[in-house]
């Protein structure tokens, strides 16, 4: 009598984790670069007393084996700063923080004090030979070409480096739109990077808020079935009882 309770809750939980997942891709609806996410579910069957008999069965639950990442390119929106950087396809800008390498698509870089080019948490940007980025006090006109070449009114300077990975899903948030990973990055040979333009978040909030409420709705449907179970052996309760007393 409790196997419909245990697989109904079982649903539940999923979907209680899975919106979760909506909830914080709305969150980061305008986060530069951000990248949508997705629960995976799949089958997970329990054999019982019945299943070795030939018309036996198993109980069958919901797990979540993991969450996906939609690593579709966002749509670039034009800001005319020249530290802002967008790549255009594959890639990510490698950064240097505290914890070690870590890579991101969100270009919106700016000069700390000594003139290197930074993220927005004051990490160093890297270039093609592993080093940061330094422009001299003096230098002013900032161009970036599509390959990430950068130059000033004294000549060039550095090419960002843009890495990508065999698999992207194997990258693992690591805080401030920064991802970390075991893999080794490869270099990108031909990037397309695109000065004074900035990626945006591919999460469509339209979109995120339909799944929301489907869960919603499906999650009050699993809890009116465990309510009709739970009177259902209520009843069988009084019925078994009332036979009994007689």
């Given amino acids: 009598m409790q196997n419909t309770s245990y697989i109904a809750l079982s649903r539940q939980s999923a979907l209680w984790r899975q919106l979760d997942v909506v909830a914080n891709n709305m969150a980061n609806a305008n986060t530069p670069a951000y990248k949508g996410q997705q629960m995976m579910f799949k089958e997970f069957l329990v054999p019982t007393r019945s299943t070795e008999r030939a018309i036996g069965g198993k109980l069958s639950f919901v797990q979540d084996v993991g969450v996906l990442r939609d690593v579709r390119e966002g749509p670039l929106t034009k800001t005319d700063n020249a530290l802002d950087f967008a790549i255009h396809g594959d890639g990510y800008f490698q950064i240097e923080t505290e914890g070690g390498m870590r890579y991101g698509r969100n270009g919106h870089f700016r000069l700390d004090?000594?003139?290197?080019?930074?993220?927005?948490?004051?990490?160093?940007?890297?270039?093609?030979?592993?080093?940061?980025?330094?422009?001299?006090?003096?230098?002013?006109?900032?161009?970036?070409?599509?390959?990430?070449?950068?130059?000033?009114?004294n000549g060039r300077v550095a090419k960002?480096?843009?890495?990508?990975?065999?698999?992207?899903?194997?990258?693992?948030?690591?805080?401030?739109?920064?991802?970390?990973?075991?893999?080794?990055?490869?270099?990108?040979?031909?990037?397309?990077?695109?000065?004074?333009?900035?990626?945006?978040?591919?999460?469509?909030?339209?979109?995120?808020?339909?799944?929301?409420?489907?869960?919603?709705?499906?999650?009050?449907?699993?809890?009116?079935?465990?309510?009709?179970?739970?009177?259902?052996?209520?009843?069988?309760i009084q019925l078994l009882s009332g036979a009994k007393a007689s």
């Fill in 113 to 153: 004090q000594t003139g290197m080019l930074v993220n927005s948490q004051g990490f160093a940007v890297m270039d093609d030979r592993d080093q940061p980025i330094i422009f001299a006090p003096n230098e002013t006109r900032i161009e970036v070409g599509e390959d990430g070449s950068i130059s000033t009114e």
């Fill in 160 to 236: 960002i480096k843009v890495v990508k990975f065999t698999n992207d899903q194997e990258l693992r948030n690591a805080g401030d739109s920064l991802f970390e990973t075991t893999q080794d990055p490869e270099t990108v040979q031909r990037p397309n990077i695109v000065q004074g333009m900035m990626e945006e978040s591919n999460v469509q909030p339209v979109v995120e808020m339909t799944r929301m409420t489907s869960i919603l709705r499906e999650y009050q449907g699993v809890q009116k079935m465990l309510d009709a179970e739970h009177e259902r052996q209520l009843k069988a």
